[in-house]
């Protein structure tokens, strides 16, 4: 018999990287790798994947495997590597590159050795490095190293455990930063805050990406994403007047602007076409406008472009988009960000505007894009912003149940769900795709109630500037009374908790980005029990600096109305304090198991 | 149903309706304004016109194939994406010669404010896509999609693989008004095509083209060619299918290849313009002769056996064991010193020698080169051809060399087995999953084909032995739990966890509760059941007095996964398994059980379940089981195998009940 193992992975033995930039201002940059694979199971380290561009010069200088002796057992040849595109499923076509090679030995342990040279004329970064190649594998050396002219303006930010030795030769400057036993880590765990490996990042003083550009400040960066998409916001004559028409009649002008971006919204799909410049610059305007598809730039830039034309100023903003992993280091000016978004200001209130949805409200911006810093673009005026954070409110789910019991041991139930937050974007863009099958799991998944079946399901009062969404479903449950030998059984507490690991399984730190808030009103008919002994169990109320939870029962003539309410706020728990916010968590657990209406 | 319909007897057959002939450019008013598709309401889009043609055309290398394709969509709702972004893969074979997409043009009609507007595609927005070395695409976007547009397109790809004339596939995930597929061939390539899915074109003719071509020097004297050339006319062959439905995936099916409407082409023979005839492929004996023929499979085997040589005399070093135990060796060896990438085939990818060095191959690679070190080392081991279960099963009535697309080895030892060097976690005998499709044929020089079931009869079974005992201060159930593995279950289980302590814990927490000790037997012997053994708590629900025990914890199944209420197509479970049961309970001396459930039995040809409670002194025993007979089941005992899954979610859940007496 053999104890059960945790499965080690292999490791990354060796990787340097190691810039140069030319007087002329060509960058180099090699990157030599040496992976040890100790296992049949860690085999998937010998299959390398290097992206690249087609405005880079790519050379793969050598591949081979090694004995642990560092003896060559093996080398690529020129027919055993491909380019191909990166077919990644966030674009329909990307001109980014994968050269892509395997390198596979059936002795174990043993070395896969790779070296590569990327040169580039554009850029952004001279450097943004880690010593962890993927996160789950850990490092034992790693070197960065830029050698430059001695007098080439840079800015740069390095993680505080990684040490500067700066050297200088010959008219040039030599930076290196060594890292070792770089450790990988697991992110498996609930609401955890993003991965924070030790990074160097290095930008130029003077950059040239498209146009030339500067970024020793968020407004100078700015500038140059001003400048790169300059000229973009124009629309045609035809579409033109076809505003026009839309507006006409319309004084109001926030009522204006939601009618273009329904107009928006209705005559345009987001559909991702990422090539040229890195995939930063943004397609015209005039292209949306004839071809009626974009991405996020270009759909932004053609709504920015359809304001101008009404005579409303607003901002193309860059920002990072994503539910988690949401914080860009405002410190350093430079590109952090991965999606665009418009913000249109104005005396009373700043409205926001996410173009590459037809399924979302006017002025809405979600769980995509809330509670962060952007960039709003507006030449040297360019400045970092802070999108509208989702209240407590403004995510509340809330469930309202009717339950009748009925002869043949089924329950009937009614009940009007009302979606916010996350779960209100999701449904919005079934209902947007016309998707009754993904609506209709929606609904099973919301519903709470164990073994039901769907007699019937509508959308109530649909509005499409809501920010909520009722939905009113009937069915039955075979198992919400529940026979258990002598007893019938109520379990009425169905609010799902987050399952958060216990404290000795948990690692990392809690980061909550937008409340969690959820309400359950249950009325349970027992007219049919009234002969019987009905046991209720005690009410209980919590509240907290991390959440409220309460559970609360009352009788009305023949009926049970059971409440039950749970939020957790937007919060950062470091995890020293884990084991005080555990304990919260558990004490509601714990409530919720023991919790059960009983009839006798 | 299925049906061949071999060329030459079409000529015979006379028309009986009309084909539909529209213009590029040119739609129609009622198109247009198309509010929804009558026959299918709920469809987002519908495909009003696919027209495919292939001829062959004189090129460098005397005769290329060119496919026209023109297809005109309904879109009702342009959220369905599917079919406003166009990919069109095109084939490059890496030795010089490529398929070539041309002359793509797209136009998106739109009626807005009441008159009609077209958007042509920008050329400049076609995109070439590099997929992997053979594969590329071309693709594009439909600009300005509306509610209620029109996308039509047309494009043309050429080919010089004669054995790629394009099949045809009448049916759709939407639903199709018109279908046609017109081949106009040449008198020296015959070809026999396979139609799926119908008995009954709308329409089919064929006819002999107007057209005079000609092969090589005509010269005329009086009307007759004296010349060493050939004259020739186009034969045209047109089939129609009209209204066909959408097609509807449903859980549980082999493979949307099984069901779809299709037609498939296979080249047959070659006549050759000074009158010979070559064979291309008429019987399955024909095929296995082409296969042993063929650079990358027979001669392959024959050119890697010196290879072999040196790999079984330097790595492998046998000795006077028996063929069963060398055939054994090899096949580990195989399965523990190369990795296959994932790719399907019948032909070898790579030299022995590049294979060897690589470790890395295809199964044809792995598999040719195991068959070659077992025939080296004096046991006879001999390819056999399958199709997997992804790629559709083989109508084994038509020898098409593309129904099949992986390669295993029949070795002959005393008794004879089938063995795949691809799965490092399945025993030497036995077939990966994908493989268990049906049949496969042996390739050997033989007059008769012989066929090789397959099917893999064995139950997989998974035991589930549970101890249990209840903490009566904490009211929580302590339990020992024991879950045995064997043949795919093993598999599955092997892979799913690969022994890792935290899989198998993140898998089973849910499922047995919190658990403080976890082993594991036989991860390594993969000929043995794999098995589990676990120490747990497992809370309970109290209710009172009261303690709620499900005997079997989490284990037994917990949701029935066929939810449709009819099936159109067979249930695949792909072998047939079975789950087992057995728990004790020792119940405290102040505890009593309040009621015990009855059992539940089922015995019939489909299926089996028991489930049966006893009580001895203090020790509640439960024991159950329920098995599923048949790998596959057809689609009218759909009902049947729903209903027995049900009752197995309803009757293995039950929980019982402990009263505490004081």
Redesign the interface.
């Known amino acids: 018999?053999?104890?059960?193992?945790?499965?080690a992975f292999g490791q990354i033995v060796n990787f340097d990287t190691k810039i140069t930039m030319a007087d002329n201002g060509k960058k180099t940059t090699e990157r030599t790798l040496l992976i040890q694979i100790n296992s049949?199971?860690e085999?998937w380290l010998s299959h390398i994947e290097l992206n690249h561009s087609p405005n880079q010069e790519f050379k793969l200088n050598y591949a081979r495997i090694l004995d642990l002796k560092g003896n060559i057992t093996?080398k690529l040849k020129k027919k055993?590597f491909?380019?191909?595109?990166d077919?990644s499923y966030q674009a329909?076509?990307q001109?980014d590159l994968i050269t892509e090679f395997?390198l596979?030995?059936?002795e174990y342990p043993y070395r896969v050795e790779y070296s590569y040279t990327i040169k580039e004329e554009e850029f952004l970064y001279l450097a943004w490095w880690t010593p962890l190649v993927y996160t789950n594998v850990s490092t034992i050396d790693a070197l960065l190293e830029v050698n430059m002219p001695a007098d080439y303006p840079i800015r740069f930010s390095a993680s505080e455990q990684l040490n500067l030795k700066e050297s200088k030769l010959e008219g040039r400057k030599i930076l290196r930063w060594k890292s070792s036993m770089t450790k990988s880590e697991s992110r498996n765990e609930i609401y955890s805050p993003p991965l924070d490996f030790p990074t160097v990042k290095i930008v130029p003083g003077e950059f040239k990406y498209g146009v030339i550009g500067k970024s020793d400040s968020w407004s100078s960066f700015g500038n140059w994403a001003d400048e790169l998409n300059n000229g973009t916001d124009q629309i045609t004559l035809q579409e033109k007047w076809t505003l026009e028409k839309l507006i006409a009649g319309i004084n109001n002008r926030n009522e204006i602007i939601k009618s273009i971006y329904y107009y928006l919204q209705d005559?345009t799909?987001y559909?991702n076409?990422a090539?040229d410049v890195g995939g930063l610059k943004s397609y015209p305007a005039s292209y949306v406008c004839?071809?009626?598809?974009g991405d996020c730039k270009a759909l932004t830039t053609y709504m920015k472009a359809m304001l101008k034309s009404v005579g409303i100023a607003s901002f193309y903003t860059i920002i990072k988009a994503g539910e988690e992993n949401t914080e860009i280091d405002p410190n350093f000016p430079s590109q952090q960000f991965d999606h665009v978004i418009l913000m249109i200001p104005s005396e009373t209130d700043t409205l926001w505007l996410e173009n590459t949805s037809?399924a979302l409200p006017f002025n809405y911006l979600g769980t995509f894009t809330q509670n962060r810093y952007a960039l709003a673009v507006n030449g040297e005026k360019s400045q970092l912003v802070k999108t509208p954070s989702l209240s407590i409110d403004d995510v509340l789910l809330e469930r309202s149940y009717h339950f009748q019991a009925t002869d043949n041991n089924a329950v009937q139930v009614d009940l009007d769900l009302t979606l916010r937050g996350n779960e209100f974007e999701d449904f919005r863009s079934f209902i947007?795709?016309?998707?009754?099958d993904r609506q209709k799991g929606e609904v099973r998944r919301q519903n709470g109630v164990k073994d039901f079946h769907f007699d019937s399901w509508n959308i109530a009062d649909f509005h499409r500037d809501s920010t909520f969404l009722q939905v009113k479903v009937e069915g039955t449950s075979l198992s919400e009374i529940r026979q258990?030998?002598?007893?019938q059984?109520i379990n009425p507490l169905r609010i799902v908790l987050p399952d958060f690991e216990k404290p000795k399984d948990r690692k990392l730190d809690v980061a909550i980005n937008y409340p969690i808030n959820k309400s359950d009103k249950s009325i349970y008919n027992l007219q049919e029990f009234e002969q019987n002994d009905i046991?209720v169990p005690e009410r209980i109320n919590i509240k907290n600096r991390y959440g409220l939870y309460s559970a609360d029962y009352s009788k009305n003539g023949n009926e049970l109305i059971v409440m039950e309410k749970f939020t957790l706020f937007a919060n950062k728990v470091p995890n020293d304090q884990y084991e005080d916010f555990y304990e919260f968590m558990d004490m509601i657990k714990i409530y919720k198991?023991?919790t059960?209406i009983?009839i006798k | 149903m299925k049906k061949l319909l071999i060329l030459i007897l079409l000529l015979s057959q006379s028309a009986y309706s009309q084909t539909l002939e529209i213009e590029f450019g040119q739609i129609t008013i009622d198109e247009i304004k198309m509010k929804s598709y009558e026959a299918d309401k709920e469809t987002k889009a519908v495909i009003l016109y696919d027209k495919g043609k292939s001829i062959f055309f004189d090129s460098e290398n005397g005769y290329d194939i060119r496919f026209t394709r023109h297809k005109r969509i309904k879109i009702f709702d342009k959220s369905e994406s599917e079919y406003t972004e166009i990919s069109i893969p095109y084939y490059v074979d890496g030795y010089g010669k490529t398929e070539n997409v041309k002359s793509i043009e797209a136009i998106t009609y739109n009626m807005i404010d009441g008159s009609l507007s077209q958007r042509r595609l920008d050329p400049f927005t076609i995109y070439d896509e590099k997929i992997n070395e053979r594969w590329h695409n071309k693709k594009f976007v439909f600009p300005d999609v509306q509610d209620g547009a029109i996308l039509e397109y047309r494009y043309v790809l050429e080919t010089p693989f004669h054995f790629n004339l394009p099949d045809w596939t009448f049916q759709d995930k939407i639903p199709t008004v018109y279908s046609e597929y017109q081949v106009s061939m040449i008198p020296f390539y015959e070809y026999v095509f396979l139609v799926q899915g119908i008995s009954k074109f709308d329409y089919q003719n064929s006819t002999v083209a107007n057209e005079n071509r000609s092969w090589g020097n005509v010269s005329k004297s009086y009307g007759q060619n004296v010349g060493r050339g050939v004259e020739f006319q186009d034969y045209v062959y047109t089939y129609v299918l009209k209204d066909v439905p959408a097609f509807k995936d449903e859980s549980y099916i082999s493979s949307i290849n099984d069901y779809i409407i299709k037609m498939d082409f296979q080249l047959a023979k070659f006549h050759s313009p000074t009158g010979t005839t070559s064979e291309i492929i008429s019987t399955w004996s024909d095929l296995n002769e082409s296969l042993l023929k063929h650079e990358k499979f027979g001669k392959y085997l024959k050119s890697s056996s010196k290879f072999a040589k040196k790999v079984l005399s330097e790595d492998l070093k046998m000795n006077t064991e028996s063929d069963r135990a060398k055939a054994k060796r090899i096949i580990e060896y195989v399965k523990s010193s190369f990795v296959w990438n994932g790719s399907y085939g019948k032909y070898a990818t790579q030299s022995a020698k590049d294979f060897f060095s690589k470790k890395s191959g295809s199964d044809a690679d792995i598999n040719l080169f195991m068959i070659a070190l077992l025939n080296e080392a004096g046991i006879k081991a001999e390819p056999l051809i399958l199709s997997t279960r992804n790629h559709g099963k083989i109508p084994s009535d038509y020898p098409f060399d593309h129904f099949t697309n992986y390669v295993i080895a029949l070795v002959n030892t005393d008794t004879p087995f089938l063995a795949d060097g691809t799965e490092e976690l399945l025993p030497y005998n036995k077939l990966p999953i994908r493989c268990n499709n049906e049949k496969g044929l042996i390739v050997e020089k033989a007059d008769t084909p012989r066929w090789i079931s397959l099917d893999n009869p064995v139950f997989s079974i998974e035991k589930n032995i549970i101890r249990m005992n209840l903490d009566t201060v904490r009211m929580d159930i302590v339990a020992e739990v024991s879950i045995q593995n064997t043949e795919y279950q093993s598999y599955s289980a092997r892979n799913r966890f690969r022994n890792d302590s935290l899989r198998i814990k993140e898998y089973y927490s849910d499922r047995i509760g919190d658990i403080s000790l976890s082993k594991t037997v036989s991860y390594d012997r993969v000929e043995s059941p794999y098995s589990m053994q676990f120490e747990t708590r497992y809370e309970t629900e109290k209710l009172g007095n009261n303690v709620v025990i499900k005997p079997f914890l989490k284990l037994p199944l917990s949701k029935n996964n066929l939810t449709q209420k009819k099936r159109a197509y067979p249930v695949d479970f792909i072998y047939p398994w079975e789950d087992i049961f057995e728990s004790t309970l020792e119940i405290p001396s102040n505890f009593s059980i309040t009621d015990i459930p009855d059992g539940y039995k089922l015995d019939n040809d489909l299926a089996e379940i028991n489930l049966d409670y006893s009580l001895d002194n203090n020790i509640l025993i439960v024991k159950g089981n329920y098995k599923f007979k048949k790998s596959t089941y057809v689609a009218n005992e759909y009902a049947r195998i729903k209903y027995y899954l049900d009752q197995i979610v309803k009757e293995f859940n039950q929980p019982i009940v402990l009263e505490r007496s004081n």
Not at chain 1, 1 to 7: D, G, I, P
Not at chain 1, 290 to 293: A, R
Not at chain 1, 484 to 487: Q, S, T
């Open positions: 018999m053999a104890s059960l193992v945790h499965v049949k199971e085999n093996r055993e491909i380019t191909r595109n077919l329909f076509y001109d395997d596979y030995w059936s005559q799909k559909v076409v090539i004839e071809n009626k598809y037809s947007s795709d016309n998707d009754e258990i030998g002598a007893l059984v046991q198991k023991e059960a009983i």
